[in-house]
């Protein structure tokens, strides 16, 4: 049974940093590509940031490049979230999944929250 656990969330004052991570267990992910994905209270889940199988390709929203930064470690099968410069705004619950496609993820985690206070 494949199981992805997100941790790492919390409550942070706005400015901080929180570093999420990912791991997956029942399978290995390492020629697939992974992702970051958030739902904010009220509103529609939304792509955060995704790296390919061997972690040399990144891509992000454009509302937290240069503030995220997506990794993986496949010895590890786990993926991870960096984020500084938090903002209220970025306060969601967290979500990794694995991609089938660039636009199709199959397997999702359970979720971590994320709090970001002014």
């Known amino acids: 049974q494949v199981q992805l656990v997100e941790s790492g969330g919390g409550l942070v004052q706005a400015g901080g940093s929180l570093r999420l991570s990912c791991t997956a267990s029942g399978r290995t992910f390492s020629t697939r590509a992974m992702g970051w994905f958030r739902q904010a209270p009220g509103k529609e889940r939304e792509f955060v940031a995704v790296?390919?199988?061997?972690?040399?390709?990144?891509d992000y929203t454009d509302s937290v490049k240069g503030r995220f930064s997506i990794s993986r470690d496949n010895a590890k099968n786990a993926v991870y979230l960096q984020m500084n410069s938090l903002k209220p705004e970025d306060t969601a619950v967290y979500y990794c999944?694995?991609?089938?496609?660039?636009?199709?993820?199959?397997?999702w985690g359970q979720g971590t929250q994320v709090i970001v206070s002014s």
């Open positions: 999944a694995v991609a089938i496609t660039t636009t199709t993820y199959d397997y």
């Open positions: 790296i390919n199988w061997s972690g040399v390709t990144t």
